[in-house]
């Protein structure tokens, strides 16, 4: 409906003009776009399109003062200049290109409105604006086919020389290693970066032209993996956001470089929504944080397991009433998940005896050290002691009973944690989940932890508990919950 209104507002030509000149910039802002974000050098562009506002700036003030030279060619001069001192000043000043940029970036800023405070005020008003916030319908034919010219020269550019782009985006000391002259060719893309940018200056405008150049590659990174498809999905994006921009600015009667970039700006947003790499990534970060706090976890345990027995005292009373709840018999395989010292082997052992089997599981090879010395092979023939955390704990045998006794507060994941456990366990298998203390003293405990390994790690409720334990398949058949202690358990039942 949009595409169908243009016809209606604007004349065949103009229309043509305007859809060939959105193509044209939003296909070679794209593919810059395409080395700066991914070389992450986008305050090179940033840089760029304000050094092509200066340059503009200046020719239109000596346009106003009778100078044949037009505004285009000095902004492409200026940015050319910029392009060949970027590297110099930062290899003589020891300056991170970075700091080199950002002073660059307030200096073109500077000189541009500088040029335009010098303009008459008929100029000022008018043409300044269109540098300023771009012009779609200002450009010429001879800037048409310039642009042209341009994006013919890229493409053949890119063809000749695409290993030698590809293994600088990958990693510059490789492909210095494997011969490539790489300052040539980072010089070549700041080239292509100034004159890309400086042509493009009427349609998008300054201010504006840097968001083109990030906004699509940006948004085609949320999809692809694979660099040399970026070089094709980068200017399909260019592409359609600026004429996407165009229609917006049609029907809502917006400015039309502005609309460009709000809407390159709504499509990044969605694709950002959308991206299977940002959930990647969020992934990818939650399991460094767990990871990073399974090894303050483990450190913790091992600094404080000579003496754990001695500052931990467990009531053999409580500890009798919990592993008779789980109605254990001669022969069974239980998982002593957090096993520690080794605290409950014996009371387990009671039911399982020498037919059964004991799986003494902990992240502590400290505390394993110690279980293994008070239990011995001669006294305790069917315990088997392994160090790992439970959430990689792998075995092809099925569990009677898993037990995690005292160490359910200090698990990431707890839902994962019940998940994986339960694929462990045998058909009516158990899975119990336990404290010799009530929830509340469990959680006051490790409120007031002075260690930060374990502060704040909490106890769920029965409840929490229980749904974790139905969406892994079990059912909750016995529960307690009160001043003396707190333990839940699940049983799993083949469908």
Known sequence: MIFLLMFVILPVEILIKIILSAVLAGFGLSIVGTFVVHMKITSVGFAMSHAAFAGAALGLLLEAYGSQLDAVYTATIFTIIIALLLGPLSNKTNLDSNVILGIIFSLMIALGFIFISLMPSGVTNSRSLSIIWGSIFGLTQSELITLIFLNIT???????????????????????????????????????????????????????????????????????????KLFLVSPLLGIFTILGGIFLSLYADFPIASSIII????????????????????????????????????????????????????????????????????????????????????????????????????????????SRKK????????????????????????????????????FSNKEKIINHLTKLLDNEGKLMIAHSESREKINEIHKNAKSESIKGDYLPTINEISEMMEKSGLTVNKFRDDEEMFFIIGMKKEP
């Open 154 to 228: 890229i493409i053949i550019l890119i063809i000749l020389f695409f290993k030698e782009f590809i293994a600088i985006m990958f990693n510059k000391k490789l492909a210095l290693a494997a011969g490539i002259h790489v300052k040539f060719f980072e010089f070549l893309i700041l080239f292509i970066t100034a004159i890309v940018v400086s042509l493009s200056l009427k349609i998008v405008g300054a201010f504006l032209v840097y968001a083109m150049i990030v906004n699509p590659t940006s948004t085609a990174h949320q999809f692809i993996y694979d660099t040399k």
């Open 263 to 370: 809407f390159s700006s709504i499509v990044f947003a969605l694709a950002a929504i959308f991206s299977p790499k940002r959930r990647k990534a969020k992934k990818k970060q939650n399991s460094k944080q767990q990871n990073e706090k399974k090894n303050k976890v483990r450190e913790y345990f091992n600094d404080i397991a000579e003496i754990w027995d001695q500052i931990v005292i467990h009531n053999p009373d409580k500890l009798e009433y919990i592993i008779d709840a789980l109605n254990l018999s001669r022969g069974q395989k239980v998982l002593d998940v957090g096993s520690g010292t080794g605290i409950l082997i014996p009371y387990i052992y009671k039911y399982v005896k020498n037919e059964g089997r004991i799986v003494a599981l902990d992240i502590s090879d400290e505390m394993i050290a110690i």
């Open 375 to 410: 239990h011995p092979e001669q006294d305790f023939p069917n315990v088997k002691h392994v160090i790992s955390d439970v959430e990689h704990f792998k075995t092809t045998e099925k569990f009677d009973a898993i037990l995690c006794y005292s160490c359910f507060p200090h």
